[in-house]
């Protein structure tokens, strides 16, 4: 198809600040950056936690507190 996937990280954090997961994954675009994070945090029961997913230019794409 030729389109270039991105990188992205999802990073989640236990209340102390502790790093639970640190996770690099490729998307397309920043939405679909988004929506995989929220389905990834689903799957691994950590949506109450403090997250986030930032690009590999650090831009922030998604942050839940």
């Not at 998307?27 to 109450?48: H, I, M, T, V």
């Amino acid at each position: 198809e030729g389109s270039v996937l991105r990188t992205y990280i999802i990073t989640v954090f236990e209340k102390d600040g502790t790093k639970l997961i640190d996770e690099s994954f490729e998307a397309k675009d920043d939405r679909e950056a988004r929506q995989y994070g929220e389905r990834f945090l689903q799957e691994k029961n950590c949506s109450e936690h403090t997250s986030r997913v930032t690009s590999s230019t650090g831009k922030l794409v998604h942050f839940h507190r």
